[in-house]
């Protein structure tokens, strides 16, 4: 799977595909690569930032239940946290199975 046009020719017949990884794909992914299974229950600790602190209270529980979180915290500081890269800022998020 990647992002893109996927091309196939066979004979004189040609086939484009547009290959899109969806929000669930992607979720899945990010959950086998960390060792979790996609029904684990977790905790999220998310670094604060100006851009995102609204959306992020606004949208928690959304959040939570997106991903099966049980609780979702801003702080200054994540121990160990992952790096998410934006545009022009990071986060850090720290993601622990309960």
Do not use: W
């Not at 046009?5 to 017949?13: A, E, F, N, S």
């Not at 930032?49 to 200054?76: F, R």
């Amino acid at each position: 799977r990647g992002l893109g046009d996927v091309y196939k020719r066979q004979g004189k017949l040609t086939v484009a595909l547009e290959v899109t990884v969806t929000e669930e794909l992607r979720r899945e992914g990010v959950a086998q690569s960390s060792g979790f299974e996609i029904t684990d229950k977790i905790k999220i600790t998310l670094s604060k930032n100006p851009q995102t602190d609204d959306a992020v209270n606004e949208y928690k529980d959304y959040i939570c239940n997106q991903v099966l979180g049980t609780s979702l915290t801003l702080t200054d500081n994540v121990e160990n946290g992952a790096e998410l890269n934006f545009d022009d800022f990071s986060l850090y998020v720290s993601v622990v199975k309960e």
